[in-house]
């Protein structure tokens, strides 16, 4: 979302390293930077402002606690704001319930509908979804295609007018826990379909009202939020799309507008692509503290137990075989990329060729550790040109890509090892955030 | 549309116009006063507004000033003057959605165009700061086209793709399009070129049934290409004027799926190529846009969902990120809900009395 702004206020903060007093000048620095990148994201203008104008104040009128560098400080207080701004932690609970989807015209509430009943299923839930879409040709269709993908059963009519009495007569009919309602999309100055969701909340006394906003989505985002909310008491975010390149900031600002947080974020088409959010480690992630929790979830969630040792990872004891697993693991965890954003680099920067290895090449490194030996994966330093010579013959590659694995190898050994200093840091620094709170 | 702007834009002149009124009866100022270059604007701007003509004009030379005033009777404008209220013209822009890169270019080249300009004293000043706006309007938004006068003048079938990424309402603007040409004498043939989103083609037939118009269609999953193929084909066996061909939204950072409509247009040969997105985006309108542009190229921009924001921003971010025309917008999700877009209209609309 706000990725540019990780990188420009790691430069702001640098600048306040060891110092004691707070700079005024770097902190006006930091405040502009901070603007250029919420403006750019689509924050809403004057939200931008306000927030601004709190941090510069804060910044300057708190006092320091002792032991807490200037630059600590700082970084504590934007920390805070952001959190603020990206809203509150939204609990998702897996009990009996009714979720109603709410958005602008093709914001992607129906595929986040799919995503949503593939989510709760996953988590073991019997799920039903209604489709009250009545405008929009094609959308039963639609949504029933994706239902059936992921086994959910849809109940709807395409050849029904009134969305109220589909949604009645559908929950009459449903036994399921979870009842996801799908709607047509409307917006702020659409009177009657404003009436009509206001209906559907009624009718469905709905557990969740869900605001389903696109992630490009500018500075509207706040007034039709607060339409919404008006309307039917928006209690969380779902911010899709944003596998683009969209910042999302509208999204964050209609959050700040029902005072709600965001629930998920949509990543891609496919029911797949939904990820749960989770702010504060979001926050974390982007001022460069690292995200170790979630790394744990995911790597739980997907992977097998002895698929994969994330203490091996970070205990700098990394060894060809820990690779061997983790390039399996990769691929059920997702693009390596994502995988590595989530650790603590804090301001180290990765090397541009531990994210760019594509599947193919990987698929191919393992071929040739296949041919390795107990030993060599255990102990990659025996590793010599005799050795190389047969490990290349016995995987058919070539020399050349051997050593490119053994040059890899090194580097990630080298970046693991990186990350332990990282996580150490940021405990430290978790610490004193706590005792400062 | 654009009627927030319009407001902005209002009182933005009438200030422009009152603080340059001020400053008119000492034109011949001590070079202390020649206002310093700005340290002020941002750096994204430096990229796109480094016109050489315009830079000259930045910093008046204090003889030029004194010479201009003893001969020609001009004065000149100085940057001081004008830049408060410039500040505030930003924040108008950037509240109606022009992205911010394209905020600071188009501030830069009123600031250009009015600062260091010279001004013959029996100009009005309100047509002094109307021309500024009007020509930075006017460079952004470019010529219009008539969708009407273009397929006259091209070999039929005229055809028509549309493209864009996802939702942004160019299977609907499709429908909207039918409708105008049918209005207009045209006969059309819709191609179901989205094989890939559930419901897609099912859409699309719908509309195509409720308009009147053959929509070719293959099966979901299939070739896009192939069926937008056999839409040509389709058009040219039963002499159809217009062929306009749907696409499957795609995002501008998927390779693959920009390969893709790279081969649409490859083997297709679409005559116009109109990009779809819609009045809410905000600064990401200016990244896709550029990117579509890289790679597939777009000849015209079609905003929908403008009755969703009045404001028309993204028209503006949009068009001066590609330098391309926009031809339609749409109000609404209604086939009539569609007004083709004069360039001229809106900028004197805008500029009028708010
Ligand atoms: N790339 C991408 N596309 C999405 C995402 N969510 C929805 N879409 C696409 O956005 C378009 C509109 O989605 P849809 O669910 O029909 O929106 P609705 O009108 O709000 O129901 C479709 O082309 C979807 O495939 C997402 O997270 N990523
Ligand atoms: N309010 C409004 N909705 C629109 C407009 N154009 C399209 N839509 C709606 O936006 C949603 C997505 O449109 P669609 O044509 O399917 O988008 P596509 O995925 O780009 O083909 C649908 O619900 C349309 O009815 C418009 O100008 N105004
Ligand atoms: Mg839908
Ligand atoms: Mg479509």
Redesign the pocket.
């Known amino acids: 979302m706000l990725d540019n702004l990780g990188s420009n206020l790691k430069d702001a903060l640098r600048k306040l390293a060891g110092k004691t007093v707070i700079d005024k000048a770097a902190v006006e620095e930091l405040i502009k930077d901070l603007q250029r990148a919420l403006l750019q994201a689509d924050v809403n203008v004057k939200q931008v402002m306000q927030l601004s104008q709190t941090i510069r104040k804060r910044a300057l009128d708190e006092q320091p606690p002792k032991g807490v560098t200037a630059r600590e400080h700082v970084l504590r207080i934007v920390y805070e704001e952001l959190v603020a701004l990206v809203g509150k932690k939204v609990e998702v609970t897996l009990g009996k319930q009714v979720i109603l989807m709410a958005g ?3 914001s992607g509430k129906t595929t986040t509908t799919a995503k949503l009943a593939r989510f709760f299923k996953k988590k073991g839930m019997r799920v039903a979804v209604i489709c009250a879409d009545t ?2 040709p094609g959308a039963y269709t639609q949504v029933k295609t994706l239902c059936d993908k992921v086994n959910v059963p849809c109940f709807g009519d395409p050849s029904e007018q009134d969305a109220r009495k589909i949604v009645r007569d559908g929950l009459a009919r449903i036994k399921e826990e979870v009842i996801i309602v799908d709607t ?2 409307r ?1 702020a100055l ?1 009177d009657d379909l404003i009436t009509e969701i206001i209906d559907l909340n009624e009718i469905t006394n709905a557990d969740h009202r869900w605001l389903v906003l696109d992630a490009a989505l500018g500075q509207q985002a706040r007034e039709q939020a607060r339409r919404f909310h008006e309307a039917v008491n928006i209690d969380g975010v779902i911010i899709t799309k944003m596998d683009g390149t969209a910042k999302g900031g509208g999204a964050m600002s209609a959050v700040a507008e029902t005072e709600s947080g965001i629930v998920f974020i949509g990543q891609g088409e496919t029911v797949e692509d939904l990820e749960w959010f989770d702010p504060n480690s979001y926050i974390s992630r982007l001022l460069g503290m690292g995200d170790l929790k979630a790394l744990a979830e995911r790597v739980q969630e997907s992977i097998d137990e002895q698929d994969i040792d994330v203490n091996a990872m970070l205990s700098g004891r990394f060894t060809l075989r820990d690779m061997y697993r983790q390039l399996e693991a990769v691929n059920k965890m997702g693009p390596l990329k994502q995988v590595l954003s989530m650790l603590p680099l804090g301001g180290m920067e990765l090397p541009a060729e531990a994210l760019d290895v594509t599947a193919q090449k990987m698929s191919k490194y393992r071929v040739i550790m296949d041919s390795m030996t107990s030993v060599e994966l255990d102990d990659p330093t025996v590793l010599n040109g005799s050795r190389i010579q047969r490990i290349a013959r016995g995987a058919g590659a070539q020399l050349e890509e051997v050593r490119e694995l053994i040059k890899y190898y090194k580097m990630m050994k080298r970046t693991f090892k990186g990350l332990k200093g990282g996580e150490k840091g940021m405990q430290r620094l978790m610490k004193k955030f706590g005792k400062m709170g | 549309m654009f009627k927030a702007l319009k407001e902005k834009l209002f009182s933005a002149r009438k200030k422009l116009e009152h603080s340059i009124e001020e400053t008119t009866p000492e034109p011949a100022r001590t070079p202390e006063e020649v206002p310093a270059e700005s340290g002020s604007s941002p750096e994204v701007l430096a990229e796109k507004t480094q016109e050489p003509s315009l830079e000259k004009k930045t910093s008046p030379k204090f003889t030029d000033k004194v010479v201009s005033f003893v001969r020609d009777r001009e004065f000149i404008i100085s940057e001081k003057d004008v830049s408060g209220i410039l500040d505030e013209l930003e924040m108008g822009l950037l509240e109606s959605d022009v992205a911010f890169s394209v905020t600071e270019a188009i501030l830069s080249r009123i600031k250009s165009d009015l600062t260091g300009s010279k001004r013959k004293i029996g100009k009005s000043v309100d047509s002094v700061v109307r021309d500024a706006l009007s020509e930075a309007l006017l460079g952004v938004l470019g010529e219009g086209v008539d969708i009407c006068s273009f397929i006259r003048e091209h070999e039929r079938p005229v055809k028509v793709l ?1 493209t ?13 399009v039918t409708r105008y040409l049918q209005n207009n004498g045209f006969s059309v043939v819709l191609g179901a070129g ?1 094989t890939f ?1 559930a419901g ?1 083609i099912e ?1 699309i037939d719908v509309h195509g049934g409720r308009l009147g118009v053959k929509v070719i269609q293959h099966q979901e999953g299939s070739d896009p290409t192939a069926v937008l193929f056999d839409t040509v084909e389709y058009a040219r066996a039963h002499k159809i004027d217009v062929v306009l061909g ?1 696409t ?2 795609r995002f501008h950072n998927r390779a693959n799926l920009m390969n893709q409509l790279e081969k649409i247009r490859r083997i297709i040969k679409p005559d116009l190529i109109v990009y ?1 997105d ?2 809410v985006a905000g600064n990401d309108a200016v990244i896709r846009a550029e990117e579509f542009q890289k790679s597939v190229g777009m000849d015209a921009i079609m905003l ?5 924001d009045p404001k028309g921003g993204a028209a503006i971010s949009v068009a001066y990120a590609v330098g391309k025309p926009l031809i339609f ?5 209604g086939y009539d ?2 007004m083709a877009f004069n360039p001229r209209d809106v900028v004197n609309d805008l500029l009028g009395d708010a």
């Open positions: 602008l015209q093709g405008f929009r047509q999309g917006h659409e | 549309f864009g990424v996802n939702g942004t309402g160019k299977t609907t603007s499709i429908a909207k989205d989103r897609a859409q749907d499957a939204g779809v819609e009045a929908t969902k403008v009755d969703m917008i749409g109000t609404g999700q809900d569609i």
